[in-house]
């Protein structure tokens, strides 16, 4: 009985095998082989376009770590045409099978890539299949124009043992564009292939696999392109202590496909050995410019241990007391280099200060620290090395209170930016006592939702931080005029106050407000950069005779204002925008949102014709059809916009005609625009039809949830698109 009842479903195994695998064959014969893509994009930087693009197309300068000679052995040929390739060679009876390509191929010296060139890939010597052919790659397509994008098209033209692919089926392309103006490099790498299995596609993972595999691939060639740079002179980094105690190395394992899975990984040694050092000419940039490579010390071996990670920095001093010794000299570690240190970097930098104070005694007081979760041990840790924090992001958790605080400003004296928050709600009577330990020399200071953040706390601030040039308050309830008064002492650049208590009257008033601008521009000061005033809870600032006052008194920060925030500031007239307009030549980016009916269509036209915007975002200022017609007459520079809240003024437009405005030519450099709460799902659906019917070119549509859009078109002779995005499309007949 038990035999007849594993004989049955074995033959039901058997049978959905079976099944299956005539299945996948029928679905071959009828639609053909299944393909295999994949797609990657990187930006490099490090190097220049020709050593990033020698790294693909000329095989001579590959080091023994490029990904490719790291998962086969290379040979360089000069592949026949297909009329020659008819008779292929036919293995002796003694040869093993796929020891050599079956097509006749004439071997030349590794160099450059051509056109009719390819190369022949073999199994490493260390491998399971030593020294059998794996494929053979030719290259179909080279361009490299004095202007314009590199292009290599690699195909291959025989397969061998262990190779997934169908013959001939394989094709890869590669593309690098001109530097941007940043300095990146942007290269692209797309490639297709196809298998006659789709179970055998799903089974082994092919898709996943080969866009894994790209990605690294592109990875590593920046590592290389650096090294390569690095012989060359550009940065000096020792490759004899790459290829030694501590080393950096590509270690690429093939695959079931025979692709490489490359990844980097650092391996200490245990022999002592003799660095040689030497001095390095470094260019002298701007600090804002440096990039890390920029900032290594004069040693070879200095630089090369200072661009590494921090795990791995650690690891490399604890080899021994010459690594050690090196470490001490370090003066920057890019790891922890303000303001653009990594998140995770960020997070483990409290952590990290007693290791980093005692094994890099030189290093500066430039490090960022992110502290979310408050413990004992930091008490120690800012002991230790709090004099290395320049940049402090504190986020107010359990057990945090007004002595944390106070430590944690009396141990970090070099600080230039706080950053205090309490997002989660947890502070009890966070009154601000502690901030009169602030550093003297600190520069910006940010504090949101400190629901209990007295004025007294505000004025001893302001004496404690006098050098003070950039104060954020965002939902400090419990500050009043006389406090926020108090900040008409700094000379600040920066100034931005969001106020969300609900209180009988705003916070602060406008004789407050002009007396604030007013000090903030008398003396050295060069006035502000920014200012942002938004009332998002309680009644809203009026301003007198229709905003002229606070238009002079902001229009004398008119050389040097580039962004200006105004939510929730009524009575703001046309005169007085005018004015601002006029006075204001360098702003860039401005927001209104509800300014009150004294700004008509015409004024806010009027004054955005005069400016030279790069952004502007309006909610419900004037009429749909007149804030509108004020951003297309923004001028030539504008690159994005916003509109807020229009939905009832826009009920009898047509977004389709919208669309067409926008795609007419009078704004050139835009490249995104909002429109949210404006269009009503109705109206979006009518214009996806209309444009359908239309037969607009190159307009894609996605829709991302019931209330949200995006629309794209490319941008004629550029590689970049217009996007503009619906948001908030609610149904007319839920809006009433």
Same mark, same amino acid.
């Given at each position: 009985m038990v035999f007849k009842f594993c004989l049955f479903w074995w033959c039901v195994f058997v049978f959905a095998v079976m099944a299956v695998y005539i299945a996948d064959h029928l679905l071959y014969r009828k639609f053909g082989a299944a393909k295999v893509v994949w797609k990657a994009e990187h930006f490099f930087k490090g190097a220049s376009r020709e050593e990033f693009w020698a790294q693909f197309a000329d095989p001579?300068?590959?080091?023994?770590?490029?990904?490719?000679?790291?998962?086969?052995?290379?040979?360089?040929?000069?592949?026949?045409s297909k009329?020659?390739?008819?008779?292929?060679?036919?293995?002796?009876?003694?040869?093993?099978?796929?020891?050599?390509?079956?097509?006749?191929?004439?071997?030349?010296?590794?160099?450059?890539?051509?056109?009719?060139?390819?190369?022949?890939?073999?199994?490493?010597?260390?491998?399971?299949?030593?020294?059998?052919?794996?494929?053979?790659?030719?290259?179909?397509?080279?361009?490299?124009?004095?202007?314009?994008?590199?292009?290599?098209?690699?195909?291959?033209?025989?397969?061998?043992?262990?190779?997934?692919?169908?013959?001939?089926?394989?094709?890869?392309?590669?593309?690098?564009?001109?530097?941007?103006?940043?300095?990146?490099?942007?290269?692209?790498?797309?490639?297709?292939?196809?298998?006659?299995?789709?179970?055998?596609?799903?089974?082994?993972g092919l898709q996943k696999d080969s866009q894994e595999a790209a990605i690294a691939f592109l990875q590593s060639i920046e590592n290389e392109a650096f090294l390569a740079a690095a012989e060359k002179g550009m940065l000096e980094v020792a490759r004899r202590h790459l290829q030694g105690r501590?080393?950096?190395?590509?270690?690429?394992?093939?695959?079931?496909?025979?692709?490489?899975?490359?990844h980097l990984a650092a391996r200490a040694g245990h022999s002592e050995g003799h660095w040689e050092t030497e001095r390095l000419s470094l260019l002298k940039q701007t600090r804002s410019k440096m990039e890390s490579?920029?900032?290594?010390?004069?040693?070879?071996?200095?630089?090369?241990?200072?661009?590494?990670?921090?795990?791995?920095?650690?690891?490399?001093?604890?080899?021994?007391?010459?690594?050690?010794?090196?470490?001490?000299?370090?003066?920057?570690?890019p790891a922890f280099l303000a303001p653009a240190t990594p998140a995770p970097e960020m997070k483990r930098a409290v952590q990290s200060l007693p290791v980093l104070a005692v094994r890099f005694p030189q290093l500066r007081p430039e490090v960022s620290a992110v502290l979310t979760d408050w413990k004992p041990s930091h008490f120690r840790a800012l002991d230790w090395g709090g004099?290395?924090?320049?940049?402090?992001?504190?986020?107010?958790?359990?057990?945090?209170?007004?002595?944390?605080?106070?430590?944690?400003?009396?141990?970090?004296?070099?600080?230039?930016?706080f950053q205090l928050s309490d997002y989660d709600l947890v502070a009890q009577n966070v009154s601000g006592n502690f901030l009169r330990d602030l550093p003297k020399d600190l520069v910006e200071l940010r504090l949101c939702l400190l629901r209990d953040l007295q004025d007294r706390s505000l004025k001893v601030a302001v004496k404690s931080a006098p050098n003070l040039r950039s104060i954020h308050l965002e939902g400090v309830d419990e500050l009043t005029d006389h406090g926020i008064g108090e900040l008409g002492v700094l000379m600040l650049r920066k100034l931005s106050l969001?106020?969300?208590?609900?209180?009988?009257?705003?916070?602060?008033?406008?004789?407050? #407000? $002009?007396?604030?601008?007013?000090?903030?521009?008398?003396? %050295? &000061?060069?006035?502000?950069?920014?200012? *942002? /005033? =938004?009332?998002?809870?309680?009644?809203?600032?009026?301003?007198?005779?229709e905003g002229v006052n606070f238009a002079k008194s902001l229009g004398a920060?008119?050389?040097?204002?580039?962004?200006?925030?105004?939510?929730?500031?009524?009575?703001?007239?046309?005169?007085?925008?005018? #004015? $601002?307009?006029?006075?204001?030549?360098?702003?860039?980016? %401005? &927001?209104?949102?509800?300014?009150?009916? *004294? /700004? =008509?269509?015409?004024g806010l036209q009027e004054g955005l014709r005069q400016l030279s915007l790069e952004h502007v975002s309006l909610g419900c200022v004037a009429d749909f059809a007149g804030a509108f017609q004020a951003i297309r007459v923004a001028g030539p520079g504008l690159e994005s916009f916003e509109m807020i809240r229009y939905f009832r003024t826009a009920a009898d437009e047509s977004v389709h005609s919208v669309l067409q405005q926008i795609r007419s030519g009078c704004l050139p450099s835009l490249r995104s625009a909002t429109f949210r709460g404006t269009f009503s799902s109705e109206q979006v659906a009518a214009c996806h039809q209309s444009t359908a019917d239309d037969l607009w070119d190159n307009l894609s549509w996605e829709q991302h949830d019931d209330q949200t859009f995006s629309i794209k078109w490319p941008i004629a002779c550029l590689d970049e698109c217009v996007t503009v995005d619906l948001q908030r499309c609610f149904r007319e007949s839920d809006f009433g």
């Open positions: 001579s300068r590959w080091s023994p770590e490029h990904p490719v000679f790291q998962t086969a052995d290379v040979s360089m040929i000069r592949c026949e009329e020659l390739q008819e008779e292929d060679a036919a293995p002796s009876q003694d040869e093993a099978p796929f020891a050599n390509p079956r097509k006749k191929c004439e071997t030349v010296k590794l160099g450059a890539l051509k056109v009719g060139l390819g190369m022949v890939l073999r199994h490493k010597a260390d491998s399971a299949n030593a020294g059998s052919f794996f494929c053979t790659r030719e290259c179909t397509e080279l361009e490299e124009p004095l202007e314009g994008s590199f292009r290599l098209v690699m195909q291959t033209v025989e397969a061998g043992l262990g190779y997934p692919f169908m013959e001939d089926s394989e094709i890869s392309e590669v593309e690098i564009f001109p530097p941007s103006a940043d300095g990146t490099i942007r290269c692209k790498m797309i490639g297709v292939a196809e298998v006659t299995s789709r179970i055998f596609r799903w089974w082994s501590h080393r950096r190395m590509i270690v690429s394992s093939v695959d079931g496909h025979g692709r490489g899975a490359v490579s920029d900032l290594l010390p004069s040693s070879s071996l200095g630089q090369t241990l200072a661009a590494l990670c921090f795990a791995d920095l650690l690891q490399a001093t604890s080899c021994s007391r010459k690594w050690l010794q090196l470490g001490g000299e370090l003066t920057q570690l004099h290395l924090l320049r940049r402090m992001e504190v986020q107010l958790s359990e057990g945090v209170g007004e002595h944390e605080l106070s430590h944690i400003l009396k141990h970090c004296p070099n600080l230039l930016y969001v106020f969300t208590a609900l209180t009988a009257s705003p916070q602060m008033s406008e004789a407050t #407000l $002009l007396r604030i601008l007013n000090r903030s521009c008398q003396g %050295l &000061s060069e006035g502000l950069e920014v200012f *942002q /005033l =938004s009332q998002h809870a309680g009644p809203p600032l009026v301003l007198s005779a920060h008119g050389r040097s204002l580039r962004i200006l925030t105004l939510s929730g500031v009524v009575e703001l007239g046309d005169t007085a925008f005018q #004015l $601002l307009a006029a006075s204001c030549s360098q702003l860039r980016e %401005l &927001s209104l949102y509800r300014p009150g009916h *004294q /700004l =008509s269509s015409a």
